[in-house]
């Protein structure tokens, strides 16, 4: 072994290098730098897979090692190549730290990697992936975990647990033949005349240990999402058949007999495996059709399908390492409570000296139970406060959600009234006869001091762009366009921005019950998803806007103010709630109504 070998040396903190297989395990041990598995309140997703390599019929670990060694290396270049001689380790750090363990040998081996690294999407929050490998004869089998501290509230809610997917899962499937439960990932075609069968045999089976998903296409054929696509999000927690054609679902209805229960219209529904007819609709997931194709929306679904088979297998998990780990070694005896042999010619002479610790052995057995019996009355008053907390907290971010709401649809509302006033005030104004006195002012000063002193459309948008920012993102565009706009109720635009910041908010941790039309009509928003289909390519280009990183936002969604043809009265916000590097709203026009093939 070269005392250069990467793989078997620590560099500690005060610059000390322990080199040696042994050196590191000391180190790892005395120094604290080893990294456990994450305790089950943690985790966020969990899946059990058998592995084969693509090509040939040998062993998949040295194809899996080298596939989770070069994910590894993307955020630590450093990283040794994981063997299965050899363990390694770095130390934890708040974003980093790794842990490899091996034991066994060809045949019968195991491998076990804790990972601390970075949230994929969040910005400085940590996630630890647990990949445990055991490998008996021919048969590979991986379990792999994925975990955050604190659990799902580490991660800001379930849309951060759906995001936290462990990341070495798509390079292994490339690599790799992965199966759960027989599943290979590939979405299956559910025919009319299965569908009958399918629910007897698949739904309604006493053994699935697995959810289900079915998806539903839409009135007029095809899907929002494609199948292949949504099959890949739930691989290792629930495999997906789809229907295509829209009278099959009729056909699904029939065979549940409740259409509650039932999927249709572009609806995706994911059944628990202990699935009946008599269950009510809440007891299994959905997402509607213009959920379905919103990447945070499918992201909560992930977060909870994935929490849901952490919690369900995690048992399983804390037995299965508990019961293969090397037992401990036997306590060591006190030398002093065991009297030595004595050698030499007074040993026959010298009488035996009795054991004088027998007492102190057995005071120190009664003081060690009562201290455990302490320690662990105190960890159950611990358990019960940290749930007190927790449901505390939990009140509290849902009491501090319904303020949140109530100050928006207030402001929405009040914006709404000062518009009305004005409107009748001007409209009286013009109706009055003018009434000439001799100290009186100019007629239309205290109307041009009232529009001076009122924030013009470009001061609306920057203000939202600064205190929204963690909901909204407005594009140089939308200033642009903003400044282009004769539109006068400025305190309307200022409502609407910020009711779409509540509502992005929401979005983003998972707290939309029901979809964006519904949740922009519950603040009197009106909300369109979308432009004519009819729309010509020519004309779809003015929705498309760049952003700071110089990538196209085609803005489709749209808020609309106002019915009116006069850009005075009239304005329209153009967005989009589906920009593949961006969570917030991105809005790319904040002005008069763009041209379509109903524009008039």
């Given at each position: ?66 596939v989770v060694t070069d994910q590894i290396r993307n955020e630590w270049d450093a990283c040794p ?24 040998e060809a045949g019968a081996w195991r491998g076990e990697l804790v990972w601390r690294h970075r ?482």
């Amino acid at each position: 072994m070269s005392r250069n070998d990467a793989s078997f040396q620590q560099v500690t903190s005060t610059g000390i290098r322990i080199v040696g297989r042994a050196a590191t395990d000391l180190a790892t041990t005395a120094l604290g730098l080893g990294l456990q598995p994450p305790e089950t309140a943690n985790l966020l997703w969990t899946s059990r897979f058998k592995a084969r390599p693509r090509i040939g019929g040998g062993s998949a670990v040295p194809v899996l090692l080298q596939v989770v060694t070069d994910q590894i290396r993307n955020e630590w270049d450093a990283c040794p190549t994981l063997t299965r001689e050899s363990g390694c380790a770095r130390p934890p750090g708040r974003l980093h730290g790794l842990s490899w363990e091996v034991s066994g040998e060809a045949g019968a081996w195991r491998g076990e990697l804790v990972w601390r690294h970075r949230h994929p999407v969040l910005a400085n929050v940590a996630c630890v992936t647990h990949l445990l490998i055991e490998e008996q004869q021919a048969v590979t089998s991986l379990t792999l975990s994925a975990a955050a501290d604190g659990g799902p509230a580490g991660v800001r809610g379930m849309v951060g647990a759906g995001q936290a997917r462990p990341r070495l899962l798509d390079p292994l499937r490339v690599a790799l033949a992965l199966t759960f439960d027989g599943f290979d990932g590939t979405p299956q075609l559910l025919p009319e005349l299965e569908i009958d069968r399918f629910v007897r045999e698949v739904m309604l089976s006493e053994t699935r240990s697995w959810p289900v998903a079915v998806l539903a296409p839409m009135e007029g054929g095809g899907f929002l999402v494609p199948p292949d696509e949504l099959a890949s999000e739930l691989f290792g927690l629930a495999p997906l058949y789809y229907m295509d054609r829209h009278h099959a679902t009729f056909r699904l209805t029939d065979a549940i007999g409740d259409r509650r229960l039932s999927a249709y219209w572009g609806a995706l529904r994911v059944y628990r495996p202990d699935f009946s007819c008599a269950d009510r609709s809440e007891d299994h997931w959905l997402l509607l059709r213009e959920r379905v194709d919103d990447p945070l929306e499918r992201a909560v679904l992930i977060g909870q399908l994935g929490r849901f088979a952490a919690l369900r297998h995690a048992a399983t998990l804390a037995e299965r390492r508990q019961t293969e780990r090397p037992a401990p070694a036997p306590a060591v005896t006190n030398a002093a409570a065991v009297p030595a042999a004595t050698v030499g010619p007074t040993a026959a002479s010298a009488p035996p000296t009795p054991a004088p610790t027998a007492p102190i052995a057995v005071e120190m057995t009664g003081m060690l139970g009562y201290l455990q019996s302490t320690m662990q009355a105190l960890t159950g008053q611990l358990h019960e406060l940290a749930r007190t907390m927790t449901e505390v907290a939990a009140a509290n971010a849902q009491l501090a959600d319904e303020v949140a709401r109530l100050r928006t649809t207030t402001a929405i509302r009040a914006s709404g009234n000062r518009t009305v006033e004005r409107q009748l005030a001007e409209l009286g104004a013009l109706l009055r006869p003018p009434v000439e006195t001799p100290d009186a002012a100019p007629a239309g000063d205290d109307a041009r001091e009232e529009a001076e002193s009122r924030p013009t459309l470009v001061d609306v948008v920057r203000h939202a762009a600064s205190e929204y920012a963690d909901g909204l993102l407005l594009l140089d565009s939308a200033e642009r366009t903003a400044k282009e706009s004769p539109y006068e109720d400025t305190d309307r635009l200022a409502a609407v921005l910020q009711a779409m910041a509540f509502v992005g908010r929401r979005r983003q941790e998972g707290g939309l019950e029901t979809g964006l039309r519904a949740a922009f009509q519950e603040l009197g928003i009106d909300y369109r998803a979308g432009i004519s289909k009819s729309t010509s390519e020519r004309l779809r280009r003015q929705y498309q806007f760049s952003g700071p990183d110089g990538q196209v936002h085609e803005c489709l969604e749209h808020i609309a103010i106002g019915a009116s043809y006069d850009p005075r009265y009239c304005l329209r916000i153009y967005f989009t709630s589906r920009a593949l590097s961006d969570s917030r709203f991105v809005i790319g026009h904040v002005g008069k109504h763009l041209t379509n093939m109903t524009t008039t």
